[in-house]
């Protein structure tokens, strides 16, 4: 018995003939999957573009890395980035504990695979499940920015030094763990290549913050060279001070050699996550050129050959 037309005809449509349901069906998940898509693009953009603008040399560290952690690392640096600016950022403690606040929250949500909708909480999210990162790290680094709020000169260099741990170790903890590097004598390396990052970032962010009438140098060895706060807030250039700024430095130093004393035995792997002693190597030989002088200009003005420095540390992986 012969098929009415109009039966062919429907029966033409509901199967997808003539571009009709499963094209239809087709077209929107394709549309949808390239929304997705955009979508992730988006937040990696975000990421990388903070990090781009706030720590150009985390940015040039994290191109050198090989494309299979890149993406992970742009998302833990800007999340680094975003805490380091609160203090500078907010007008009132309350504030800055509101957003501190913020972002325990996040990683409580992350780390129970509900992220909020916002881009780097996204990236963490991916990275945290890629990796296996460790959920103490990510709230040691914020419980002491939240310290720091209190906007305290450091009593001595060990409180300097503990909070450098929490901190700067901290993080480089975690990119260890995305290198899929779990030892000890690289996490003993990372300590120390921590500690002395948050002394050079305490030295190098001194005049800014001296702008600001606030010193943050170790209160005892301000004492012990008879520096007061006053001096650095006018700037002042005196031996004193300098003396002040080379016992500081010189500890520095000490734990750059301190982690390098690690090398034999540091699996290579772990060596991109330790590209950042390039810059504190080059930060600590400037200012002894200019006989630790913490206001000389040449100070504050980038080195253009650091991107070559980083990629000769990188081909020949050491630190």
């Known amino acids: 018995r012969p098929v009415p037309p109009r039966a062919l005809a429907l029966r033409h449509r509901l199967l997808g003939g003539g571009g009709g349901g499963a094209a239809r069906v087709l077209a929107a998940s394709n549309t949808g999957t390239a929304a997705a898509a955009a979508a992730r693009e988006h937040e990696h953009n975000y990421c990388l573009q903070l990090v781009r603008n706030r720590d150009h040399e985390g940015f040039l560290s994290s191109l050198l890395l090989s494309s299979e952690y890149r993406r992970s690392v742009f998302a833990l640096r800007a999340f680094n980035v975003e805490l380091a600016q609160v203090q500078d950022v907010v007008s009132q403690k309350t504030m800055g504990l509101m957003r501190m606040q913020f972002w325990r929250q996040l990683i409580e949500d992350v780390y129970t695979d509900n992220p909020p909708h916002q881009p780097i909480a996204l990236e963490l999210w991916k990275a945290i499940r890629k990796h296996k990162l460790t959920k103490r790290w990510f709230l040691r680094i914020i419980d002491e920015r939240e310290k720091n709020l209190n906007e305290k000169a450091y009593k001595n260099l060990q409180e300097l030094e503990a909070s450098a741990e929490n901190t700067q170790s901290s993080f480089i903890y975690l990119l260890l763990e995305v290198l899929g590097v779990r030892d000890i004598h690289a996490d003993h390396a990372a300590s120390h290549i921590g500690k002395a990052q948050g002394i ?91 006989d630790f002088d913490l206001f000389h200009p040449s100070l504050q003005k980038k080195n253009t050959m650091l991107p070559f420095y980083l990629y000769i540390r990188s081909w020949r992986k050491i630190y």
Do not use: W
């Open 200 to 290: 050079v970032t305490c030295l190098r962010a001194a005049p800014h913050h001296c702008m600001r009438r606030k010193v943050y140098l170790p209160l005892d060895i301000c004492l012990l060279h008879g520096a007061s706060q006053e001096d650095f807030i006018r700037g002042n250039r005196g031996k004193h001070v300098r003396d002040v700024v080379f016992d500081v430095a010189s500890q520095a130093h000490v734990h750059l050699e301190h982690a390098r004393s690690f090398c034999k035995n540091v699996p290579v792997r772990a060596c991109p996550a330790f590209l950042q002693t390039v810059i504190l190597d080059d930060y600590l030989n400037r200012i002894r050129k200019v």
